[in-house]
T-cell receptor
Framework: AQTVTQSQPEMSVQEAETVTLSCTYD???????LFWYKQPPSRQMILVIR??????QNATENRFSVNFQKAAKSFSLKISDSQLGDAAMYFC???????????????FGKGTHLIIQP | KAGVTQTPRYLIKTRGQQVTLSCSPI?????VSWYQQTPGQGLQFLFE???????NKGNFPGRFSGRQFSNSRSEMNVSTLELGDSALYLC?????????????FGQGTRLTVV
């Protein structure tokens, strides 16, 4: 079974600084996607960024970027110029895909609580 | 465009009862997935429906079931409730069931079993 591990239960960063959240995963599959989701106090999960395993180029979305190391099975999230609105739980997730177009459900890590210090 | 709507938002049930939760996906989305979130186990996948067919199922007992209607709305049912079923139940909708498709989540239904 696939597992996703987030080793940092909580991280704190000063506003405007850069922070990196860690994620490792374990799979024997070659076709999959990786995601970072944000869950603010409202509890509504929001997609931050996604990465297809076949793509070597790291995904970037504005201030958010990933460092995808496929061989090491590592998928870290870097948040640049941290803002107060970035404070939330961040979940790393894995989703196995199939050649027929289907996919498994998301497998989530336990999450990292990100605190932004003003 | 309206987001994913889950009803009710909060629910209190007694052990042994059954409960039905509802999820209305974003218009045009045909895939609906359900997740259970608890402090101990975290987020766990329950099942996914696409065009009224269950495509995937997580590792949950048969007491957990679901269905999807022709308008893509979905319901999940938990029978013979146990205290451990207390959780936030999240519904997510997507355009398709393809792996990279963005899942849009609702705000969840908070179920408390007493």
């Amino acid at each position: 079974a696939q597992t996703v591990t987030q080793s940092q239960p909580e991280m704190s960063v000063q506003e405007a600084e850069t922070v990196t959240l860690s994620c490792t995963y374990d799979t024997s599959e070659s076709d999959y996607y990786l995601f970072w989701y944000k869950q603010p106090p409202s509890r509504q999960m929001i997609l931050v960024i996604r990465q297809e395993a076949y793509k070597q180029q790291n995904a970037t979305e504005n201030r958010f970027s990933v460092n995808f190391q496929k061989a090491a099975k590592s998928f870290s999230l870097k948040i640049s110029d941290s803002q107060l609105g970035d404070a939330a739980m961040y979940f790393c997730a894995y989703r196995r895909t199939y050649s027929g177009g289907g996919a498994d459900g998301l497998t989530f890590g336990k999450g990292t609580h990100l605190i932004i210090q003003p | 465009k309206a987001g994913v709507t889950q009803t009710p938002r909060y629910l209190i049930k007694t052990r042994g009862q059954q409960v039905t939760l509802s999820c209305s996906p974003i218009s045009g989305h045909r895939s609906v997935s359900w997740y259970q979130q608890t402090p101990g186990q975290g987020l766990q996948f329950l099942f996914e429906y696409f065009s009224e067919t269950q495509r995937n199922k997580g590792n949950f007992p048969g007491r957990f079931s679901g269905r999807q209607f022709s308008n893509s709305r979905s319901e999940m049912n938990v029978s013979t409730l146990e205290l451990g079923d207390s959780a936030l139940y999240l519904c997510a909708s997507s355009l398709s069931s393809a792996g990279g498709t963005e899942a849009f989540f609702g705000q969840g239904t908070r179920l408390t079993v007493v």
